[in-house]
């Protein structure tokens, strides 16, 4: 479905180069959902937005992204529109700002419709408030008639969701669906995407998330970031039971069931990294070797993969 290959992305800023994504390798296949974890900071983020290639003029990108035989980063921006919503739809991160306040909701959850597929005003209206009602914002007709500041945060994001899956996409990247939510609302979002996949079985689905807790509930597997690389990639009940990465076991450990566990040290800054292995200042195993020379992404068997000293020991 998705490849992504030797992906390197760097701004340019006053202060000068700085590179947030090196050397990002990794596979979404058919159907299946896949969680991107990791702390802020850590490039999970500019990643979803470099696949939509939704970045400020000052990113320069390198290496491909192929999606169906075709390479994301090379084509013109009239095709990108084409896959854009339709083939790929996108949940961005900031809710409060991601809907027009001009605008009604519905018109604008149907404009995906009619730009892709020619529905007519009162077709694409009409499967608006179909969409609100699967996802139980109600009153459906009314709430299709209102603007987004007559909605909670959580209707927002419904709204949203409901917007990304309208055309059908064949896969769908969510940036933070739950972030600001409480518990109750996680519960109601998580059962959304449950009821999102039993709509289309083979969607494929990028969930970029710091909760654990929901990645849990939905992925099939994990890819852990850390500094703007990838360190791990698992599937999920393997990463739950044993991660593999140093930076992933003390992750585990700071959830609240695990003891609430701090991780020593301070988070990479990735625009000055550490030399080496990018987590060996807090790293508890660390050694000569990890401060001096970067760990390449060791393939365990076809499920699992490190990037990490101790595998190559």
Same mark, same amino acid.
């Not at 979803?48 to 192929?66: C, D, E, M, Q």
């Not at 660390?286 to 076809?302: F, R, T, V, W």
């Given at each position: 479905?998705?490849?992504?290959?030797?992906?390197?992305?760097?701004?340019?800023?006053?202060?000068?180069?700085?590179?947030?994504?090196?050397?990002?390798?990794?596979?979404?296949?058919?159907?299946?959902?896949?969680?991107?974890?990791?702390?802020?900071?850590?490039?999970?983020?500019?990643?979803?937005?470099?696949?939509?290639?939704?970045?400020?003029?000052?990113?320069?990108?390198?290496?491909?992204? !192929?999606? %169906?035989? $075709?390479?994301? /980063? *090379?084509? +013109?921006? @009239?095709? =990108?529109?084409?896959?854009?919503?339709?083939?790929? &739809?996108?949940?961005?991160?900031?809710?409060?700002?991601?809907?027009?306040?001009?605008?009604?909701?519905?018109?604008?959850?149907?404009?995906?419709?009619?730009?892709?597929?020619?529905?007519?005003?009162?077709?694409?209206?009409?499967?608006?408030?179909?969409?609100?009602?699967?996802?139980?914002?109600?009153?459906?007709?009314?709430?299709?008639?209102?603007?987004?500041?007559?909605?909670?945060?959580?209707?927002?994001?419904?709204?949203?969701?409901?917007?990304?899956?309208?055309?059908?996409?064949?896969?769908?990247?969510?940036?933070?669906?739950?972030?600001?939510?409480?518990?109750?609302?996680?519960?109601?979002?998580?059962? !959304?995407? %449950?009821? $999102?996949?039993? /709509? *289309?079985? +083979?969607? @494929?689905? =990028?969930?970029?998330?710091?909760?654990?807790?929901? &990645?849990?509930?939905?992925?099939?597997?994990?890819?852990?970031?850390?500094?703007?690389?990838?360190?791990?990639?698992?599937?999920?009940?393997?990463?739950?039971?044993?991660?593999?990465?140093?930076?992933?076991?003390?992750?585990?450990?700071?959830?609240?069931?695990?003891?609430?566990?701090?991780?020593?040290?301070?988070?990479?800054?990735?625009?000055?990294?550490?030399?080496?292995?990018?987590?060996?200042?807090?790293?508890?195993?660390?050694?000569?070797?990890?401060?001096?020379?970067?760990?390449?992404?060791?393939?365990?068997?076809?499920?699992?993969?490190?990037?990490?000293?101790?595998?190559?020991?």
């Amino acid at each position: 479905m998705l490849s992504i290959r030797d992906l390197k992305v760097k701004f340019y800023t006053e202060e000068g180069e700085v590179t947030v994504i090196s050397d990002v390798n990794l596979d979404l296949f058919k159907g299946e959902t896949v969680a991107l974890i990791g702390e802020s900071g850590s490039g999970k983020s500019i990643l979803g937005h470099t696949i939509i290639r939704l970045l400020p003029k000052n990113a320069n990108v390198s290496g491909h992204i !192929i999606y %169906k035989g $075709i390479d994301l /980063l *090379k084509i +013109d921006s @009239s095709l =990108l529109r084409n896959i854009r919503g339709r083939e790929i &739809a996108w949940i961005p991160q900031m809710v409060g700002s991601s809907l027009n306040p001009t605008v009604k909701i519905g018109v604008q959850i149907g404009e995906v419709l009619i730009d892709h597929y020619n529905y007519r005003n009162q077709r694409a209206w009409s499967s608006a408030i179909d969409l609100l009602k699967l996802f139980e914002v109600e009153p459906a007709e009314e709430v299709a008639k209102g603007y987004p500041h007559q909605l909670s945060g959580g209707m927002k994001q419904r709204v949203l969701i409901a917007s990304a899956i309208a055309a059908r996409p064949n896969l769908l990247i969510a940036d933070e669906p739950t972030k600001g939510l409480d518990t109750i609302k996680k519960t109601l979002i998580v059962n !959304i995407f %449950k009821k $999102i996949k039993d /709509l *289309k079985p +083979d969607l @494929s689905i =990028l969930l970029i998330t710091h909760d654990l807790k929901f &990645a849990r509930e939905l992925a099939d597997r994990v890819i852990v970031m850390y500094c703007g690389k990838v360190i791990e990639i698992n599937d999920k009940n393997s990463f739950f039971e044993l991660p593999l990465h140093p930076y992933s076991k003390l992750l585990l450990k700071s959830l609240p069931s695990k003891g609430l566990y701090p991780i020593p040290g301070k988070p990479a800054n990735v625009a000055n990294p550490p030399s080496g292995c990018r987590f060996h200042p807090r790293c508890p195993y660390a050694s000569d070797i990890c401060e001096k020379s970067s760990p390449p992404l060791i393939k365990l068997d076809l499920n699992r993969c490190v990037a990490c000293w101790l595998y190559k020991r």
